[in-house]
């Protein structure tokens, strides 16, 4: 299979926009290169300036890709795309270039951008091919995103990890719908949470997933499921964590006290910054009392629990 990878050339206020309208458009992940959050890390020690090209560093404007694979409805997809950016608000147009890729060098040209993470105050994360060794006392974990992206880098999966930190006690029931990688589902296990349901309607995304299982040696606790969103959840649950977009959200939000316990978390996330106060109603009439609220660029996030 060949794929387009679509670059969208866009100012840093744009990043999130971009990789919204990218996900709305059904992209596996996006990614991005930000020449201020490179030199972030690189300050911080975290990452080496020499991993990085000249290009990379000294870009004028970040970069967000994505990948679709080619044929019938990619140029539709283009038209929508241009459209979409047209309608950001923004000082400049973003400009965006395309370029064919075959698969075998579609497979390695990401893998670039991936780079070890410590997250919160206890997850460190790690490509499966970096070597890392994390603090004393964090919690490592070690993926491979194949075609599915995402190794924890993102904002909306940070957030996540950042919550799961912090309510997962041991012993705890977990559902991660729309699970990509596995990652969400994997911290959890790794937090102490006795049975994870890791669900995805993409079959690339659930072979991923269950390799990503294997790799963290906890498929003893995580089970993998080809299906779409709460279809595969066997309640009752203690948390189920939706990171996907906001529209996702909305239609989930009344269903979902079907399936979690009295006083169960429902973690939100993948929330573009313009629609959250229309999810965050959402969640209150189905029940839910907001009690944390998380913000980081253009992406929002919500900790709820099941009142009554």
Not at 58 to 83: S, T
Request: hydrophobic residues 45%; aromatic residues 8%.
């Amino acid at each position: 299979m060949n794929w387009l990878e679509i670059t969208v050339h866009v100012s840093h206020e744009g990043i999130d926009m971009v990789s919204n309208i990218f996900d709305e458009m059904g992209a596996g992940g996006v990614v991005i290169e930000d020449p201020a959050l490179i030199s972030k890390y690189i300050a911080a020690n975290i990452w080496d300036h020499y991993e990085f090209s000249p290009e990379v560093l000294n870009r004028p404007l970040p970069l967000v890709k994505a990948y679709f694979p080619q044929g019938p409805g990619l140029e539709d997809r283009l038209v929508i795309l241009q459209d979409r950016l047209a309608g950001l608000d923004l000082p400049e147009l973003p400009r965006v270039e395309t370029k064919a890729v075959a698969d075998e060098d579609w497979a390695t040209s990401w893998m670039a951008y991936y780079k070890p993470m410590e997250i919160g105050h206890r997850l460190a994360v790690k490509p499966s091919w970096e070597e890392y060794t994390p603090p004393a006392g964090r919690i490592l974990l070690e993926l491979d995103p194949g075609m599915a992206f995402g190794c924890g880098n993102h904002p909306t999966t940070t957030m996540c990890m950042e919550y799961l930190e912090k309510i997962i006690q041991g012993g705890e029931v977990v559902a991660d719908v729309g699970t990509g990688t596995g990652i969400l589902a994997i911290t959890s296990a790794k937090l102490g949470a006795s049975r994870v349901s890791a669900v995805d309607l993409d079959e690339v995304a659930v072979k991923v997933a269950a390799e990503n299982v294997q790799l963290n040696q906890v498929a003893d606790r995580v089970e993998v499921l080809q299906g779409n969103l709460l279809d595969k959840v066997k309640p009752p649950v203690d948390v189920l964590i939706a990171n996907i977009v906001a529209n996702v959200i909305l239609m989930l939000a009344p269903a979902v006290p079907e399936i979690l316990k009295p006083g169960g978390y429902f973690i939100t996330s993948g929330i573009i910054r313009f629609r959250a106060e229309e999810v965050r109603e959402k969640l209150q009439q189905a029940g839910f009392a907001v009690l944390e609220k998380k913000e980081d660029g253009e992406w929002i996030s919500y900790l709820c629990v099941l009142e009554g």
